[in-house]
């Protein structure tokens, strides 16, 4: 996998909070291999994490 963004919230290792969206995401990135996701959108306001969870999860994969 190719990474194009730099990572920009520090240590990922250092990511805090969110363990229940962090967990459904990692659920659904072992669900997508079995190809049996449905696609999912991230529905917040600005400043609230969404980018910081994903490149947390991309991490994690």
Known sequence: M???LKERI?????FTGRKKELAFFLDW???T???VSQSTA???R???SK???LQT???HV
């Not at 520090?10 to 250092?14: A, R, S, Y």
């Open 2 to 4: 190719r990474t194009y």
């Open 29 to 31: 990135i072992d669900r």
């Open 51 to 53: 980018t910081a969870l």
């Open 10 to 14: 520090g240590k990922p290792e250092l």
């Open 46 to 48: 600005r400043k609230t």
């Open 42 to 44: 991230i529905l917040s």
């Open 57 to 59: 999860v991309q991490h």
């Open 33 to 35: 291999k079995q190809e």
